[in-house]
């Protein structure tokens, strides 16, 4: 499958990326190679092949969450790279 130069700097925009004006060469001919091996994978014979969903039978498999009391909580909090309350303090990461 062929794209062009203009299929690909839409898909830049779309995509919020800078691409180089020396890189579109090669973003060109990746693209190309990738959608080239998509199709041949879509074109695979799967007629008679059995419908798989996984390639084990393990699902949901969870443990059982137990608080376990760690005996040398100072040793711990040496890891800390800031204490508070004998707790570590990490930065804030959601914003209200």
Do not use: C, G, W
């Not at 060469?25 to 990738?34: E, F, G, M, R, S």
């Amino acid at each position: 499958m062929k794209v062009t130069r203009e299929e690909l700097l839409h898909i830049a925009n779309l995509a919020d990326l800078k691409i180089k004006e020396e890189e579109i060469d090669k973003y060109l001919l990746n693209l190309t190679d990738i959608l080239n091996f998509a199709n041949i994978v879509n074109e695979a014979p799967v007629d008679d092949l059995k419908e798989t969903i996984a390639s084990n039978s393990n699902y949901n498999v969870f443990r059982k969450d137990e608080v376990i009391d760690f005996e040398d909580k100072e040793a711990l909090l040496q890891n800390a790279p800031e204490e508070e309350m004998h707790m570590f303090k990490i930065p804030k990461v959601i914003n209200q």
